[in-house]
């Protein structure tokens, strides 16, 4: 059985900076493509940044210079660095991961709020 579990969410103060993780376990094929993406109440779900297992990345236009996906294959864990929170960015936030047999597999979601 696969896990996705993200954490690191929580309050924080526009301006601030939090960092959230999303860890990887159970039986699970190669994983390809790693995504954070955010839900705010009342919006759709969007992708906030993502990154391959080249480490190439993308980001929404929202987030960019603000933002940093990164990840570390060997713990098949991938962390988003948010810096410069703003109110706008409160939403729960989800991660994503692809395996290379296209297989996907979503966390439960971690609670970012940024308080003006």
């Known amino acids: ?13 526009a301006g601030g900076s939090l960092r959230l993780s999303c860890a990887v376990s159970g039986s699970i094929f190669t994983i390809d493509y790693m995504g954070w993406y955010r839900q705010a109440p009342g919006k759709q779900r969007e ?3 993502g990154i391959s297992s ?7 236009d929202s987030v960019k210079g603000r933002f940093t996906i990164s990840r570390d294959n060997f713990k098949n864990t991938v962390y988003l660095q948010m810096n410069s929170l703003k109110p706008e960015d409160t939403a729960v936030y989800y991660c994503k991961v ?15 709020t940024v308080s003006s």
């Not at 059985?1 to 103060?13: H, K, P, T």
């Open 98 to 112: 692809t395996t290379q047999l296209h297989y996907e597999y979503w966390g439960q979601g971690t609670q970012v």
């Open 54 to 60: 080249g480490h190439n990345t993308n980001y929404a």
């Open 47 to 49: 992708l906030v940044a």
């Open 1 to 13: 059985q696969v896990r996705v579990a993200e954490s690191g969410g929580g309050l924080v103060q």
